[in-house]
């Protein structure tokens, strides 16, 4: 049986990782650069942002503070996406 600390980080890793990974690709398409170059950026950044991620979260104290450094994160890469996703970056 898994400890439940252990589950939330692995929780953590794997859907924080992702949703920050996620974000990362998203928001650079915000930057002042040709698309094809942000996207390009964009995919191998978040390769390195989730590696990352990870490895945050298996090195914080705890699991609260893992998502609180996740959550942290992606509350900044939270309004570059938006404004791509509402179309102004285009």
């Given at each position: 049986?898994?400890?439940?600390?252990?589950?939330?980080?692995?929780?953590?890793?794997?859907?924080?990782?992702?949703?920050?990974?996620?974000?990362?690709s998203?928001?650079?398409?915000?930057?002042?650069?040709?698309?094809?170059?942000?996207?390009l950026?964009?995919?191998?950044?978040?390769?390195?942002?989730?590696?990352?991620?990870?490895?945050?979260?298996?090195?914080?104290?705890?699991?609260?503070?893992?998502?609180?450094?996740?959550?942290?994160?992606?509350?900044?890469?939270?309004?570059?996406?938006?404004?791509?996703?509402?179309?102004?970056?285009?």
């Open positions: 049986m898994i400890p439940i600390s252990i589950a939330m980080r692995i929780l953590a890793a794997l859907v924080g990782g992702y949703a920050l990974a996620a974000l990362f998203v928001a650079t398409l915000a930057l002042p650069m040709r698309p094809a170059e942000a996207a950026l964009g995919m191998t950044g978040s390769f390195l942002l989730y590696t990352g991620a990870v490895i945050w979260v298996f090195a914080s104290r705890s699991a609260g503070y893992a998502w609180l450094g996740l959550c942290a994160v992606a509350l900044a890469l939270l309004p570059p996406a938006v404004w791509v996703w509402m179309g102004e970056a285009a």
